[in-house]
């Protein structure tokens, strides 16, 4: 692998990870006494497990990008999939905004129904560039699918 590559690869999932850090700033000040106070789900996971899994999630969107980014940006293909892909990771960073730093579920519901969407679409551009890449983002798609169904338990449980 090339050194350009590397550090490609290198900056890639830095970036992704720091949308991971910025989210931190407003989730980890909340859950001691906010999220903790609310009502949720039956299935909702030990707060614990989602630094973890979100923290897997990135490293694998960085690799993602990175392996779309490596295809040239003279493609037009490769800047549109980019574009959605920064979409969705600003929608990612904005849903801990809004659900955490704003306290408001409803609006955190919003916004990851929009993520979802936008992943979705991500994936879809991906695939037609680089399959390996759609496929790294399939977790990400089921991970929100997972946190939109608790986003909703939140909702429907603290009128």
């Known amino acids: 692998m090339k050194t350009l590559s590397i550090l490609k690869l290198g900056g890639s999932v830095l970036f992704c990870m720091s949308a991971g850090a910025v989210s931190s700033l407003y989730t980890l000040k909340a859950i ?3 999220y903790a106070t609310l009502n949720k ?4 996971p030990p707060s614990w497990t989602f630094g973890p899994v979100w923290s897997v999630l990135y490293v694998m969107m960085g690799i993602a990008a990175w392996q779309v980014w490596s295809k040239g940006l003279k493609e037009r293909a490769v800047r549109k999939a980019l574009v959605f892909f920064l979409i969705q990771l600003v929608l990612n960073t904005a849903w801990s905004f ?3 730093g704003l306290r408001s579920p409803i609006l955190g519901l919003v916004d990851i129904l929009l993520l979802w969407l ?3 679409i991500t994936i879809n551009l991906f695939f037609k560039v680089s399959l390996i890449a759609a496929v790294l983002l399939i977790p990400y798609l089921f991970w929100g699918t997972f946190a939109s169904g608790l986003n909703l338990g939140i909702v429907l449980l603290n009128p």
């Open 32 to 34: 001691p006494d906010w």
């Open 41 to 44: 789900p039956s299935f909702t």
């Open 98 to 100: 809004l659900f955490f």
């Open 118 to 120: 936008a992943v979705l």
